[in-house]
Every structure is written in structure tokens, then in C-alpha cells.
């Protein structure tokens, strides 16, 4: 033997249901907005813990874009393309428009490296004295010292390519965020909604 059971929904109960669909997708994507808000300040630290930064260029470069209730996705993203190497699972070459190449000044670490701003002033400040630089072999050499048996120095050199080593965890750390905040920003929204619908 079976049972059935027919559950419906009078008319001003399923105007309810829909304003509460409205509702519900209105304030998740107000949700959504807020997290993604959050996700860019999250980026934004993020930026200051992995790269050495000597301006705000790279934090102005994160952007977020808001959710509606038509298409519930937030986004956020860097449209910097020299952060955008570094983001795990994009795995980019840093190309080049030069003929001679992309060049790179050689250090020890990267706290070490000179701005390319940097490195164009001191390059022409060595071109005004007696020991010039000179090319060899692809690589940009200094005497330390004058006559020809003075020792060299790499200045840098030019590569075709040069392989990027990603290291900042985008999704790690948007994806925390969302799952540390949406619940709670979302409850919070639709809640107050409810108090403020009742009649």
C-alpha cells in the first residue's frame, strides 16, 4: 500500500515564496559584492607579504567586480600583468618587444634587484666615466678598475624569455576568505531582510 501527499501553496503564499526568492538572490549577491570587497583587501596584504614592493602599483592593479542578482559571480583579479606571472597554476614567460631581448640585472636575492628605473640611471651614469661598459657574449661587463687586465663585472645580460617562478596563491587566499565570510555576511543580510519584510 502506498501514500501520497500534495502539499501547494495558495496564491498569496506563493506571492511570498516569490518575494522571498527575489530576496534571497538579491541579498546573496550583496553578499557576494562584500566578500569580494574583503578578497581584495586580502589580496592586497597577500601582495605585501610575497613581493618586495617599493610602490602601490600592484595593489592599485586588484580589482574586484560586483555580483547582481542576475548573475550571482563576484570576481577579483589583478590586471597587472607583472603579478599576474606570479599567480600559482598561470605558469607564463615574461616575454619582450626589445630586438636585443628582456635585461636582467643579475643578484643574489630579490630584495637585492634594482628598480629597471634604477638600473637605466646608474647605466647611464657609468657611460659618462673612463670604464664604460661593453658587451661580450651577451652580457653587459664593467672593468672594476682601469687598464685591461682589470677584473670584470656582469652588469646583466639580455634573455629571450625568462621563466617566472609562480609563488602568490590567488585562490588560497579569495577562496578562504568566501568560505570564512559568505556564510556569515549572507545570514546576517537575509535576516535583517526578514525583520525589516515582517508586517
Known sequence: MSAELSVTL???????????LRASRTEAAKSLTFVAEK???AWRLENHRVFKLRSNWIDVGVRKQA???????ARVGTIDKFAG??????DQEKGHNNPHGIFVAPYAQIENAKTHSKIRAALRSMMRTKTKPFWRHGMLLRRIGKGHDAPLTVLGSFREQIRIKPRFDAEGVVGGVVQREFPRIYERL???WAEQAKP
Open 39 to 41: 578578497a581584495q583587501d
Open 10 to 20: 495558495d496564491a498569496k503564499s506563493l506571492s511570498q515564496f516569490r518575494t522571498l
Open 85 to 90: 606571472r606570479h599567480v600559482i597554476g598561470v
Open 190 to 192: 537575509i535576516l535583517r
Open 67 to 73: 555580483a547582481t542578482s542576475g548573475n550571482l559571480i
